[in-house]
């Protein structure tokens, strides 16, 4: 039984720019079947969207809790928002 297709936008803040946060979370989403894009912010922050299965999704959101090793996470905003149909993941 698959899940339904979700939709979430993360904004992550603390040292979390120059540490790899994009590229892990670019490998995980493609690991996990995820579709969206993942930015550095002009703030120092990053953002990413993430689309697909409820519970892989929820697998990255809940990665950008913690990052990878170097990033120091203070902060983490989610917001659901309605699947729009995305195609692969970017690296912006």
Partial sequence: MTSATVRRRVVVRGYVQGVFFRDSVRRLA????????VANRWDG?????????????ERLVEFCREGPRGAHVEEVEVAEEEPVGESGFSVR
Wanted: glycine share 14%; proline share 0%.
């Fill in 30 to 37: 493609e690991r996990y079947g995820v579709t969206g894009s």
């Fill in 45 to 57: 922050a990053v953002e990413a969207v993430f689309e697909g299965s409820s519970e892989a999704v």
